[in-house]
């Protein structure tokens, strides 16, 4: 088929389902595929005939075929075949490839994850174009497969795929919602639009129960503290986005809940005893597994009491073949967390890991650090028997299988036409402008502060830190929360402060605040020795009316006890951000419920607020 990519987007017109069904030299048909992606196999003869017809197809794959398939890749580039020259520099340097063609030709990759930073995910056409692109590179090989093409949109403070397409609120503030009918449109909606660009497989949602104020890689991340409603929510998300015919991949297996160190950059332990972990960690997997996940990612955490060896769980055989599939029963497709976070690479080299990573039951090993070694590295193990070729078999088995109910081998391809009656359309915008409000939680407000009033408080000043956007979301959230205040008639200037205001800073703060009727303040991870908290108190000093937005963690309460009025966002998200802002001008009833406990500063043992609070006008 004849490449039809323009110079600026990469993209590639819709191959038709002829050209499509001959790529796949037949495959389609010798699996008898039917139209839906989700039908399920309720004959357990129909079932075992697909894995008959699946394992052909492995029968018929080289060594190195096999081994590829395990791996899921990042590659640089707008275009699977003409991507920018810087892009094709950084790709030569870290993977020894040109582009992502010609990594599918070099490697065999089962699939390839996308990042903003990456430039996959400039415009919704460009990553259909892309999308397509990859899978017309595979499918051009002999034997070749479609791929899984996945990416990290758990929404909140982690999306790949920004504006035009709809964003969510983030996990923790859907706990505040509590709706699992909200948490189930979410999944339906972003995986409707992430299908529609021929994305097919998202990180998301996170399954672990935050119960540690001070994690610093999870917090907002997760939905909560309670392992119920933990469950509940991720069971319908994963319902949500498997019937748009995304394969949804609950995070991170055996529970990242309770760490104090960030498994990007150190070796976290997680000290509960099994007992605990049965009772808390465990429970959303669980109801994952019952809603039919289609892949549990691992974590690169120390679990002593499910395994004493000192090995992540990545890379341990008790705890992801002895728990995760003989104990819970789940023979679903088991992802490693990226292979070149520190947390997994701490005890064993680049070239140990994904070997280890495959013996203790993993299908698919995601992001490594170096392609070439690690590849290289599972060849050399089943070729001296440390692996055998049958144990490959099995994963292999389990990424077909996955491949086969999301319905690649019977099209794999996006219709750029398509993509602008799914993505980012206005009923699609509305719901999660909708669910985001139902998010908002109300925390404090004494002497009836809230909701500002026009004729009061007409003229408002917005202060606060400025975290950089989550990819895609534009903000900074300071003008953002302005601009919004401005929309419903109030006066509104905004003045970043920053995560550490300087003296000056707040000086210049305190003398803005002078000429105006109210001051907002966002807040992001207050500590006691943060001058955000200096800030606040200088302003709150000054007799006007303070009104704070938590856009991360709802924690920042604690420290700041002497504002009269407290919103929770849960992220600084443009969605979230202009929830907090019709709620704080009364627009709508604030309705959130606090997930997590807040504890007191002054005495962590004893909860301010515990799981649940949340006012109302």
């Not at 990859?134 to 982690?158: F, K, M, N, W």
């Amino acid at each position: 088929m004849p490449d039809t990519s323009t110079g600026s987007t990469g993209n590639t017109a819709r191959p038709s389902r002829r050209t499509v069904l001959a790529a796949t030299a037949g495959i389609s048909a010798s699996l008898a595929l039917s139209g839906t992606a989700h039908a399920d196999a309720t004959d357990a003869s129909d079932a075992v005939d697909r894995d008959t017809r699946l394992r052909g197809l492995i029968s018929q794959m080289s060594l190195e075929e096999k081994v590829g398939q395990l791996f899921v890749m990042r590659v640089y580039g707008h275009s699977a075949t003409d991507p920018d020259q810087a892009d094709i520099d950084a790709n030569l340097t870290e993977i020894g490839v040109r582009t992502a063609a010609e990594l599918i030709a070099k490697y065999h990759v089962g699939g390839i994850i996308y990042f903003a930073w990456a430039h996959n995910t400039r415009d919704p056409h460009q990553i259909a174009g892309l999308s397509n692109g990859i899978q017309q590179a595979s499918l051009d090989r002999p034997r070749g497969l479609p791929l899984l093409i996945t990416t990290d949109q758990e929404h909140g403070i982690v999306c790949r795929v920004g504006e035009p397409a709809t964003l969510f609120p983030g996990a923790m503030a859907i706990g505040a919602g509590g709706s699992r009918t909200d948490a189930r449109t979410l999944g339906r909606i972003s995986g409707a639009e992430l299908r529609a660009i021929g994305i097919n497989q998202d990180y998301s949602p996170d399954a672990d129960v935050n119960v540690n104020p001070a994690n610093p890689v999870i917090g907002v991340r997760s939905i909560g503290a309670d392992p119920q409603a933990v469950a509940g929510l991720v069971a319908a998300e994963v319902k949500g986005y498997q019937g748009s015919r995304v394969a949804a991949t609950a995070k991170h297996f055996p529970g990242h809940g309770d760490t104090a160190v960030d498994s990007h950059y150190g070796f976290p332990v997680i000290t509960h005893s099994r007992e605990v972990w049965e009772s808390l960690d465990a429970v959303p997997f669980r109801a994952a597994i019952r809603a039919g996940i289609d892949s549990i990612m691992t974590a690169h955490i120390q679990f002593p009491a499910l395994d004493d060896s000192g090995d992540p769980a990545t890379l341990s055989h008790p705890i992801l073949t002895g728990i995760l599939r003989e104990e819970l029963g789940y023979d679903g497709c088991v992802v490693t967390d990226s292979l070149g976070m520190e947390g997994v690479r701490t005890k064993y080299g680049d070239d140990r890991v994904p070997v280890l990573a495959l013996k203790a039951g993993v299908d698919q090993l995601l992001n490594p650090p170096n392609l070439d070694v690690s590849w290289n590295a599972v060849l050399a193990a089943v070729r001296s028997g440390e692996l055998t070729e049958a144990r490959l078999d099995e994963s292999i088995l389990r990424v077909l299988r996955l491949k086969d109910r999301l319905g690649l081998f019977d099209d794999p391809y996006v219709s750029d036409a398509h993509i602008d009656h799914v993505v980012g359309t206005a009923e699609h915008l509305a719901a999660a402008d909708k669910i985001a409000e139902r998010t908002t939680t109300l925390l404090v407000n004494e002497g009836g502060l809230l909701p500002l009033s026009r004729r009061t408080h007409k003229k408002v000043l917005v202060v606060g830190a400025d975290p950089a956007s989550p990819s895609g979301t534009t903000g900074p959230p300071t003008s953002v929360l302005a601009a919004a205040l401005t929309e419903l008639g109030f006066t509104a200037s905004a003045l970043s402060t920053g995560t550490a205001p300087s003296a000056t800073t707040i000086t210049n703060a305190v003398s803005a605040a002078q000429g105006v009727d109210a001051v907002v303040v966002a807040t992001y991870n207050v500590t006691a020795g943060n001058s955000q908290k200096t800030l606040v108190e200088r302003l709150v000093a000054t007799g006007k009316p303070v009104v704070a937005v938590a856009i991360r963690n709802p924690y920042d309460v604690a420290q700041l006890p002497t504002v009269k009025g407290y919103l929770a966002a849960y992220s600084w998200t443009d969605v979230e951000v202009r929830a907090a802002v019709r709620v704080m001008a009364g627009q709508v009833e604030p309705r959130g419920k606090l997930p997590v406990p807040v504890q007191r500063a002054d005495d962590p043992t004893q909860v301010l607020y515990p799981i649940g609070h949340g006012l109302t006008y």
